[in-house]
């Protein structure tokens, strides 16, 4: 059940606590504990009443609220002790002061990020002169790899294997020139185009072997270039024979 | 200072494909907010968009700069002279030395994640042969032989390297993220942060869980 | 014309990544042909590659250039100046430029100040589940994973990436804007507080001690 209202959004907990704090000026060092964990639980009891899904975390935070405000009502122990009777909000009240800093922090970041968007970098590297740039290793022209790009490698390498078992593959009569015809015909009408544009009419997983080996072959006999802009991102055929070349491109 | 030609400059710097003169001339004149000559709202002319690069070019000639804006088919773009090419392929290549393919990150996480294994099984889980890759991977020093197998043909087997750890930034083959770990935070579904909103209310409708497992 | 200023100029300008003066010299000093100062073959000191970024820039703030070589993220690298953000804006409108949910800064911010962090403590600072946006943030490569927590359960542990602050525009982690600390919010507040109020001994007694354990 997903309902769209626009009630005033919290991150969480300590985010609508802040939200009390600042609504009603209260001294955060001196929270009014009763006042507070009324106002908050009448916000739960709203979102509630609008059927929404109340995350955990608002839940545990009523509950600390609620034993902090006991621990307030019992009487003061022997006065000797005083000193050392830490005040039951205190806990709450360092949690609230971190938070805060990091959410003034993050408007810092939005600030950042704003005047960075600014400034723009070089976009267009294509006939930049480089010499011996070895083609080959064009498809080892990738961005810095992370752990994390590691693993979410791992994640698809089996993904797909796991695909494979499922489907019966038809074995069909597809040759890799028909392939290489069709692309460098495609090549000709739209002179860049992406992978996945270019597979989505492609169903059989034999065909699309076939049409890869075709690309892969365009890319050795450089008919064509495959770039990525980021990594995992999408690749691009683009077209690298000339005008005057096309129609002999079909002769291959 | 805002002039003609460092807008152009800027324009043909910052695209990621070449422009050309009606397209540079479109987006100098678009209706909101165009560019004014002196105050006049006089429409910049193809022409004098071609000036103002021939003007650019000038300018970098004379100072010696190492880059021009050249014309090709497509439009007009930035490039390096050819005579910096050695220069300029030795960063590439520099780059290029450190850099791992989809296909060849792949294979390393199998290995990773079940060494020690064999190059059948490899291509058992990827569906290709992977000799290629195996043997750029044994060039950068990420994975090494570490034996043969018991089975059939006694293939050899793989595992990773100190080069590997050092590469990912591990102490040692138990900081590397076990899938379950990735599961966690894959497990998401697709939805991004994209719009501010979309993504508050998909969060509050979400229910952590955290102490779930 | 080969100086040494219009090969940091090609070179800088050919790369789409911020490059080191680290790697900007062993580009020059590569042994493999590298480059000599009159036929001399003094190594360029990373200060010399500093001193030729300067001159350029000088240079191109003369010639009212658009852009400039700047320092981002480790490195140097060539970027448009903001105003002319109006002019290349317009090239890019179709694909606005995407903004960090709220959210999201929040949790970025927590992770540049405290980096290496768990996720378990970056949800005791926030209050709230962080796994979806832990997600969006290693996708957008802002956050990466530098490896385990020596904690119970042993959690993989984050930080910022060269991303991050290239997103943010900062020259280093350094650069990060000074957080108000505790003691300082609680003493801001406090000075507040008694500008407004006339506290009583006995009231004051009841405000929590800071480090109060």
Redesign the interface.
């Known amino acids: 059940m997903?309902y769209?209202v626009k009630l005033p959004?919290f991150?969480?907990?300590?985010?609508l606590l802040l939200f009390f704090i600042k609504r009603d000026e209260l001294?955060?060092?001196?929270i009014p504990i009763a006042k507070i964990t009324k106002d908050f639980l009448e916000y739960i009891q709203l979102m509630q009443m609008l059927d929404?899904?109340i995350?955990?975390?608002f839940i545990v935070?009523a509950s600390t609220l609620m034993q902090i405000k006991a621990k307030m009502l019992l009487p003061k122990p022997n006065v000797e002790n005083e000193e050392e009777e830490?005040?039951p909000?205190?806990e709450l009240?360092?949690?609230l002061?971190?938070?805060?800093?990091?959410?003034?922090?993050?408007g810092?970041?939005?600030k950042?990020?704003?005047?960075?968007?600014?400034?723009?970098?070089?976009?267009?590297?294509?006939?930049?002169?480089?010499?011996?740039?070895?083609e080959n290793?064009t498809?080892?022209?990738?961005?810095?790899?992370?752990?994390?790009?590691?693993?979410?490698?791992?994640?698809?390498?089996?993904e797909?294997?796991s695909e494979?078992e499922v489907h019966e593959i038809e074995v069909q009569n597809y040759k890799v020139e028909d392939e290489i015809e069709n692309i460098i015909n495609r090549l000709k009408i739209k002179s860049r185009f992406s992978f996945s544009e270019f597979f989505e009419e492609y169903h059989e997983k034999i065909r699309i072997i076939v049409a890869f080996l075709a690309i892969l072959e365009l890319a050795r006999l450089k008919k064509i270039k495959i770039s990525q802009q980021d990594?995992?991102g999408e690749i691009f055929i683009e077209r690298a024979f000339e005008?005057q070349e096309r129609y002999a491109a079909n002769a291959i | 200072m805002e002039n003609l030609k460092s807008i152009i400059e800027a324009i043909i710097f910052a695209s990621d494909v070449p422009l050309s003169l009606k397209q540079l001339k479109e987006i100098i004149n678009e209706p909101n907010k165009p560019f004014t000559k002196n105050g006049d709202q006089t429409k910049i002319s193809e022409q004098d968009i071609k000036n103002a690069i021939d003007e650019l070019n000038r300018e970098y000639t004379e100072r010696g700069s190492a880059f021009r804006i050249i014309e090709i088919a497509e439009g007009y773009q930035f490039a390096t002279l050819p005579e910096f090419a050695r220069w300029v392929g030795k960063l590439f290549k520099e780059r290029t030395k450190k850099k791992l393919s989809q296909p060849a990150l792949e294979t390393l996480a199998i290995i990773a994640y079940k060494q020690p294994i064999s190059k059948p099984e490899i291509e058992a889980i990827r569906g290709v042969n992977v000799d290629h890759i195996i043997k750029t991977l044994l060039e950068k020093k990420l994975i090494t032989i570490v034996g043969r197998a018991d089975t059939l043909g006694r293939p050899l087997l793989y595992g990773t390297t100190k080069e590997f750890l050092k590469y990912f930034g591990l102490k040692s083959l138990s900081e590397l993220p076990k899938p379950t770990e990735i599961e966690e935070i894959m497990q998401e579904d697709d939805e991004k942060i994209n719009s501010y909103i979309e993504v508050t209310e998909d969060e509050r409708e979400k229910i952590p869980k955290k102490n779930g497992k």
């Open positions: 997903k769209k959004y991150e969480g907990p300590l985010d001294n955060i060092y001196d929404l899904e995350a955990s975390e935070m830490e005040d909000r205190a009240v360092k949690q002061l971190e938070y805060k800093k990091f959410k003034e922090l993050a810092e970041f939005e950042m990020e704003d005047e960075a968007s600014k400034i723009y970098y070089r976009g267009y590297f294509k006939h930049d002169a480089r010499d011996y740039y070895d290793e498809y080892e022209f990738l961005k810095d790899v992370s752990l994390f790009d590691l693993l979410t490698a791992f994640k698809k390498a089996f797909n294997a494979k990594t995992f005008e």
